[in-house]
């Protein structure tokens, strides 16, 4: 077989045997013809009785205000922007393995583009909700917009928070639609196979009546090659954006320049680790293994390794630099993070990111799903901790020692937390039943290429 | 529905064959011809000589205008219509100012381009005559179609039907507008 097949021991990017038909038969069956599992409909209501908590906590918010968290005032941003962070973070993992190894020709991802694309869209749309409901007059949000107001008030063009409005937006609508449009193909063949008139109509709708021309493929092609250029330009400006919501302030801990390429990384080890906790169980519960081989497991788990490493090197160098510098309030701040009285999100933090990741240097753990699924896991909550250690350490004792205080999590506060997650899962769920969960065209480019042993770097544009 | 002769559609098994047909159509000088095909085929447009599209042009106006517009707005309204003083700060404190204009840029060239795509697709489109062809079904999973259409000055219903023969395809049918 081809380059790309044979370059080393690992397994290939797609069994050998599959074509055009089978790629087409097995990946629209999942929407088209599967009954719907057990296992989904046990997820499903997990999901959405997550979703509820989550919507009884948000309608209690709007009722009572953000004092049924346990924020105060030193400490005013806590879960809410943990929450907020942790999730934007996830989604630009997505962007990155799509548009960003499009653009590096790695054949390999046209296996995981699609959800991990989906996983971003879902991510964002998550995060966005954190941000608006902690304003404490969250009906307002709109007054970050510049519109004509009878009030003649403009926004603060030079705050952080303002820049993450504008970054937010940008990422939320340009990732929807670098989905959505490279779904359109896909979308086509399941109108096209669908069983029944219903089906054929809704996917009809949404394919708006795509054909394969060779006009439209090269207008398709050029337009998702320069978004897939914007996407990344995206996921560097935007996640920059989210750290300079902190070290534009004067706060001990925040206020570093490393900030945005250590949040870039931080977003990138958390995102692909949200790919594998998604990836794993979707290939062994949809019988995917001729798309999703040993081989983009492998990968990711590499490439997972090297984002974790730079953010790894990014604590060791936040807190040589506080030693370095002798600043006293720097100083202080870090040995509070050490061993004051969140030191356990910190350790916590170093046993997640730091030390559980080193597995992956070893090929047999790296084989290993089980092993693999784990360490992600960890990953996520290492980074949600991480957030969490970034905000609460650096607030907890401020400059003023009267002005020192505790946080403590309300039940609203895990409520939030835990109906996150389980609206992400709701929509990622509905995703996999009803849209196309692999790129199917892509695939089949794919296989042909492989086929006829015309992949030597890649093949792509 | 009237019924009216659209074209003839020609089935193929591969990309390869699709590009030997495409070659050998503009060969026989036929100029209106069009190709269906489950993925982007290497090399077709370049067969088919339908040029480049655009739309690189529409996203560089799209970023040019979403950002420059948007900084535009910054500037008159933190300088012009609103100006506050804060300690003698400069009221165009134009680094400040790039964040928003620089994120705006990047949305519109999307923005732009998506409508370029469609608009120069013609999409949406949810009917066209070729979805009434059963075989036409498989265009989105495994087949490839060559269309010559009846608008075409060289096309002659019965040439055009013993030209596509020669090509060997799995199957021919007629279009029906």
């Known amino acids: 077989m081809s380059a790309v097949i044979s370059n080393d021991a690992l397994p290939p990017v797609i069994e050998p045997g599959q074509n055009a038909s089978t790629i087409t038969t097995e990946i629209s069956a999942i929407t088209l013809q599967r009954p719907t599992g057990w296992l989904w409909i046990f997820g499903l209501l997990i999901s959405l009785a997550l979703g509820a908590l989550l919507f009884v906590g948000i309608c209690w918010l709007l009722y009572a205000g953000v004092g049924i968290w346990g924020i105060n005032i030193p400490i005013a941003w806590s879960f809410a922007i943990a929450n907020y962070v942790w999730w934007i973070a996830i989604g630009m993992g997505g962007t990155f393995i799509s548009a960003g190894m499009y653009l590096a020709r790695q054949p390999w991802r046209n296996s995981i583009n699609r959800f991990a694309e989906a996983m971003t869209v879902f991510a964002v749309s998550v995060s966005g909700l954190f941000p608006i409901f902690h304003l404490g007059r969250p009906w307002f949000f709109y007054w970050l917009f510049p519109y004509p107001d009878v009030m003649n008030v403009w926004p603060q063009w030079r705050s952080s928070l303002e820049w993450d409005f504008w970054a937010i937006l940008a990422y939320l609508i340009v990732s929807i639609l670098y989905w959505y449009v490279g779904m359109l193909p896909d979308l086509a063949t399941l109108r096209d196979r669908a069983p029944t008139l219903a089906k054929a109509r809704f996917y009809g709708l949404l394919a708006l009546g795509w054909r394969g021309e060779a006009r439209h493929w090269m207008r398709f092609e050029q337009f998702n090659l320069i978004t897939a250029g914007i996407a990344v330009a995206l996921v560097f400006s935007v996640h920059s954006m989210v750290a300079l919501d902190f070290s534009e302030g004067l706060v001990p801990g925040w206020h570093e320049t490393i900030f945005p390429p250590f949040f870039i990384a931080g977003a990138l080890f958390s995102g692909f680790a949200m790919v594998l906790v998604l990836g794993i169980p979707l290939r062994r519960c949809y019988g995917l293994q001729a798309f999703l081989t040993d081989r983009h497991i492998v990968n990711m788990a590499k490439m997972m390794l090297c984002a974790g490493l730079f953010v790894d090197y990014s604590y060791f160098s936040e807190i040589f630099t506080a030693f370095q510098s002798m600043d006293r309030h720097d100083l202080a701040m870090t040995l509070h993070r050490l061993y004051g009285a969140y030191a356990w999100a910190f350790w916590g933090t170093i046993l997640f990111n730091v030390l559980n990741i080193q597995l992956l240097w070893f090929p047999r753990v790296r084989r290993s799903h089980a092993a693999v699924f784990l360490i992600s896991i960890g990953v996520l909550i290492g980074m949600w901790l991480e957030r969490f250690m970034l905000i609460v350490s650096s607030l907890y004792q401020g400059f003023v020692p009267s002005a020192w205080g505790m946080f403590w999590p309300t039940f609203w506060d895990l409520a939030f937390l835990a109906g996150s997650v389980g609206l992400f899962f709701l929509m990622f769920l509905l995703f996999v039943r009803l849209l196309p969960v692999l790129s199917m065209f892509e695939l089949r480019k794919l296989a042909h290429q492989s086929g006829s042993g015309g992949v030597e770097r890649g093949g792509e544009p | ?177």
């Open chain 2, 1 to 177: 529905m009237s019924e009216r002769l659209l074209g003839l559609l020609a089935e193929f098994a591969d990309a390869e064959q699709l590009r030997g047909a495409v070659l050998r159509a503009r060969h026989e000088r036929y100029a209106d011809v069009e190709a269906y095909s489950p993925y982007p085929v290497d090399g077709l447009t370049e067969a088919m000589d339908i040029g480049r599209a655009h739309l690189p042009f529409w996203m560089l106006l799209g970023a040019i205008g979403g950002g420059g517009f948007t900084y535009w707005l910054e500037w008159y309204s933190a300088a012009i219509d609103y100006p506050i003083n804060v300690g003698g700060r400069p009221a165009f404190s134009w680094p400040a100012f790039l964040p928003p204009a620089l994120e705006m840029t990047l949305l519109w060239a999307v923005l732009a381009g998506l409508l370029a795509m469609l608009i120069g697709n013609r999409l949406p489109r949810v009917h066209h005559p070729l979805f009434s062809v059963r075989t036409f079904d498989r265009a989105s999973s495994d087949r490839f179609f060559l269309l010559l259409r009846t608008a075409d000055p060289r096309f002659e219903p019965r040439r055009a039907l013993e030209f596509l023969r020669t090509l060997s395809p799995l199957s021919i049918s007629e279009v029906m507008e």
